[in-house]
């Protein structure tokens, strides 16, 4: 099983619908966030969890929300969808201490119609 | 505030040639750098670090970088090219402590398309 796995991998929505996409991870890190990829753009961060009580903005949450349930577990919502939200949207793990566990889940692709 | 620039957005070399991609970076406090590969489909996976001590830093599948201060960059280089080199890199940056630790900025990514 993966490290830090990511449901659904391929999501269709339309505009206006709510969506949530979740991630969920085995690497017992305090620290998870959400980037999402856009071409050209590169990867940039939405929001961002130190643990379970922390939650903070990223460069671009506007439009989105989050909720970390446990450590383990940490979702990102999109109330209200709209077609520019679609992109490849990555979810990540690291260990406070260093780097060297900063862990990708394999992206949930989403398309807003 | 941090940024990264990776200069250009396609290179295309034949194999067997050497990989050159240029990353420059701007960080107020010294920086942890790093370069993740992405193949086609597929998440990001960590080809090199650098965070503390040497400045040349050697990575997975025969690549390396080099932290130059003086210069603000992080190139990453390979001395021959595979055709499963072919891929899209991202140059990244994050502050190497305090509030902000943890938190990477990107590249907008460069494009590899290796040649037979």
């Known amino acids: 099983d993966a490290d830090v796995t990511q449901t659904p991998r391929n999501r269709i929505t339309k505009t206006g619908k709510r969506i949530m996409l979740e991630c969920s991870q085995t690497?017992?890190?305090?620290?998870m966030y959400w980037y999402r990829q856009d071409p050209g753009l590169g990867l940039r961060l939405i929001y961002y969890?130190?643990?379970?009580?922390?939650?903070n903005k990223g460069e671009i949450s506007d439009g989105y929300s989050v909720s970390r349930q446990a450590q383990a577990k940490f979702s990102l919502s999109l109330e209200s969808a709209i077609p520019n939200q679609t992109a490849l949207y990555f979810c990540a793990t690291s260990d406070g201490q260093d780097m060297r566990g900063y862990t990708f889940g394999s992206g949930t692709r989403l398309t807003v119609v | 505030a941090q940024s990264v620039t990776q200069l250009g957005s396609h290179v295309s070399v034949s194999e067997g040639a050497l990989v050159l991609l240029r990353c420059n970076y701007s960080?107020?406090?010294?920086?942890?750098l790093f370069w993740y590969v992405q193949y086609p489909n597929q998440g990001l996976q960590l080809l090199l670090k650098?965070?503390?001590?040497?400045?040349l830093v050697k990575g997975i599948n025969g690549f390396e970088a080099e932290f130059k201060k003086s210069e603000t960059s992080f190139h990453l280089t390979k001395p021959s090219a595979h055709m499963s080199d072919a891929a899209e890199y991202f140059c990244a940056v994050s502050r190497g402590g305090g509030t902000s630790y943890g938190k990477l900025t990107f590249g907008q990514g460069t494009i590899l398309t290796v040649h037979p």
């Open positions: 960080s107020s406090v010294p920086p942890y």
């Open positions: 690497k017992g890190h305090d620290r």
């Open positions: 650098y965070t503390t001590g040497a400045t």
């Open positions: 969890s130190f643990d379970v009580k922390d939650i």
